[in-house]
């Protein structure tokens, strides 16, 4: 039985088989039938990390990675909105809870934009500047 419908990347939802159903070619995590016999199935897409200009992001990963991480045990991080110049002396990782920021590398005239909800890993030795249009609360972890 083939399980339709559409799905932004990291978030769940359920399908049903249809009169005109398409093939789905994901596999579902389950599925089941309910109480009038139609079947559902449960699919979980992979969050998908992209990078730009060395800053890797993966937009609002599930919270199992977070866990697997540790992410809510690492040390906090705000700061009001402003601009800044920011060096990485070691590789840091980091999630935002809350803000909205373009960092700049050093040497380029394109920014990055990162906000609440995002998983963002920069590289050791990378100069920017951060311009925080919203404040920022986030998790980060050195090295």
Known sequence: MACVGGL????????????????????P???????VGRRFCAVRAETMATEKLGIKIERNPPESKLTQLGVRKWPKWSCPPSKFPWTFDTKEACYLLEGKVKVTPDGSSEAVEIGAGDLVEFPKGMSCTWDVSVGVDKHYNLG
Do not use: D
Request: include cysteine; hydrophobic fraction near 25%.
């Open 8 to 27: 932004s990347a990291g978030q769940s939802l359920l399908y049903t088989k249809t009169k005109h159903s398409l093939p789905f070619t994901s596999s």
């Open 29 to 35: 995590v389950g599925c089941s039938r309910n109480i």
